[in-house]
């Protein structure tokens, strides 16, 4: 179902003859681009994108089936929508009131010349069409490239902001955007901050680090978290003071992706992965939900929380992320992305999870 057709439909279901669209989220799919800037109005019968002067001929340029109208002096926002609704007759118009401050509500509830209801699309962005899908793949082909690089690259003696820089670069050089996010680099007791962002920290021999990072391509993110054990001292892997940690972090993890398929709750996916953390001792050190949903923003809904009913459905995209924290000592988390399919999941990264150590190749 292509978007225009699933828009309609819930047009249709909310008794509204438009809507009204304004945050870069639910722009972007119309538009081609992400921005702030400019609206799209969609009835039952037409699609109008309304932008000014900055991104016309751009928008212009890919916008086919939508009627395209200028934003100037001449043409202010509320004469353009009024002369929409005087030609379509329309009454009822939607709005996404989450993303309208008050000010800008109560304004547009004066000028323009219908009933505003607000609404929320983001619940349309759920389930992701194939195109979506395989923007995401290309992100999480990128991330998982740079999973690999930096986890040849990383050596004792760089600071951790050196190694986001070098994981940001690389992303870029791959064909990312940009970041989706602020790179993770936590390295040793830094490893107990879930979002312990890239410091003047020196990453010493024998510590963990995690690093969680995606990449943004063509307005599409991805979300990968990966911790290595950091080479130059002579213990082995298993001896490691965390080894343990980490295999119950990688075991949660595994049996919440097994877990995932149409149909169940997202609240299960969760307590199946504290589950198994909690049987281990460290139910208290696992703080954070098992995973959100991810696509044009790095964190939609739903959820994988210990409340979200959200039945799981084909095409819904979503990480699973579960990490134990120990302060003072570091911690562990391990992260992919997955798709839910109409029989199970696939999991969008191809990076072994067993622990590595870092610089080799």
Same mark, same amino acid.
């Given at each position: 179902?292509?978007?225009?057709?699933? &828009?309609?439909?819930? &047009?249709?279901?909310?008794?509204?003859?438009? =809507?009204?669209?304004?945050?870069?989220?639910?722009?972007?799919?119309?538009? @081609?681009?992400?921005?702030?800037?400019?609206?799209?109005?969609?009835?039952?019968?037409?699609?109008?994108?309304?932008?000014?002067?900055?991104?016309?001929?751009?928008?212009?340029?890919?916008?086919?089936?939508?009627?395209?109208? &200028?934003?100037?002096?001449?043409?202010?926002?509320?004469?353009? =929508?009024?002369?929409?609704?005087?030609?379509?007759?329309?009454?009822?118009?939607?709005?996404?009131?989450?993303? =309208?401050?008050?000010?800008?509500?109560?304004?547009?509830?004066?000028?323009?010349?219908?009933?505003?209801?607000?609404?929320?699309?983001?619940?349309?962005?759920?389930?992701?069409?194939?195109?979506?899908?395989?923007?995401?793949?290309?992100?999480?082909?990128?991330?998982?490239?740079?999973?690999?690089?930096?986890?040849?690259?990383?050596?004792?003696?760089?600071?951790?902001?050196?190694?986001?820089?070098?994981?940001?670069?690389?992303?870029?050089?791959? @064909?990312?955007?940009?970041?989706?996010?602020?790179?993770?680099?936590?390295?040793?007791?830094?490893?107990?901050?879930?979002?312990?962002?890239?410091?003047?920290?020196?990453?010493?021999?024998?510590?963990?680090?995690?690093?969680?990072?995606?990449?943004?391509?063509?307005?599409?993110?991805?979300?990968?978290?990966?911790?290595?054990?950091?080479?130059?001292?002579?213990?082995?892997?298993?001896?490691?003071? &965390?080894?343990?940690?980490?295999?119950?972090?990688?075991?949660?993890?595994?049996?919440? !992706?097994?877990?995932?398929?149409?149909?169940?709750?997202?609240?299960?996916?969760?307590?199946?992965?504290?589950?198994? !953390?909690?049987?281990?001792?460290?139910?208290?050190?696992?703080?954070?939900?098992?995973?959100?949903?991810?696509?044009?923003? =790095?964190?939609?809904?739903?959820?994988?929380?210990?409340?979200?009913?959200?039945?799981?459905?084909? @095409?819904?995209?979503?990480?699973?992320?579960?990490?134990?924290?120990?302060?003072?000592? @570091?911690?562990?988390?391990?992260?992919?992305?997955?798709?839910?399919?109409?029989?199970?999941?696939?999991?969008?990264?191809?990076?072994?999870?067993?622990?590595?150590?870092?610089?080799?190749?």
């Amino acid at each position: 179902m292509d978007l225009l057709t699933r &828009l309609r439909l819930w &047009l249709a279901a909310e008794k509204l003859d438009g =809507v009204l669209i304004n945050s870069r989220q639910n722009k972007q799919p119309h538009l @081609g681009i992400s921005t702030g800037s400019g609206y799209v109005l969609v009835t039952q019968t037409r699609a109008h994108i309304l932008v000014d002067f900055r991104y016309y001929n751009d928008v212009a340029s890919r916008a086919a089936g939508y009627r395209m109208h &200028l934003l100037d002096a001449a043409n202010p926002f509320a004469a353009v =929508v009024n002369r929409i609704v005087a030609q379509e007759g329309l009454a009822t118009l939607g709005f996404e009131g989450d993303y =309208v401050s008050w000010q800008t509500g109560s304004r547009w509830r004066e000028t323009l010349n219908a009933t505003l209801c607000s609404h929320s699309l983001d619940p349309l962005r759920q389930i992701k069409t194939p195109d979506e899908i395989a923007l995401i793949r290309a992100a999480c082909r990128i991330a998982d490239a740079a999973a690999r690089h930096i986890q040849r690259f990383i050596q004792p003696g760089m600071r951790e902001r050196e190694v986001a820089a070098e994981l940001e670069c690389f992303m870029r050089q791959q @064909g990312a955007d940009k970041p989706a996010f602020d790179t993770i680099v936590a390295s040793g007791p830094r490893g107990a901050l879930p979002h312990g962002k890239a410091s003047d920290k020196v990453i010493e021999a024998g510590e963990m680090v995690t690093l969680d990072f995606g990449a943004q391509h063509r307005g599409y993110c991805s979300d990968i978290t990966r911790t290595f054990l950091v080479a130059g001292q002579s213990q082995s892997l298993e001896s490691h003071p &965390l080894y343990a940690v980490y295999q119950t972090v990688l075991e949660a993890q595994l049996a919440a !992706i097994r877990a995932i398929r149409p149909g169940i709750p997202c609240h299960k996916v969760d307590s199946v992965a504290r589950s198994a !953390i909690e049987r281990a001792g460290y139910g208290p050190q696992f703080g954070h939900n098992t995973g959100h949903a991810i696509g044009i923003d =790095v964190h939609e809904n739903p959820r994988f929380s210990p409340t979200d009913a959200t039945l799981l459905q084909p @095409g819904m995209l979503l990480t699973v992320e579960p990490g134990i924290y120990l302060a003072g000592r @570091g911690g562990v988390r391990i992260e992919d992305v997955v798709l839910v399919t109409d029989t199970g999941a696939e999991v969008l990264y191809a990076m072994d999870k067993t622990l590595q150590l870092t610089g080799e190749r």
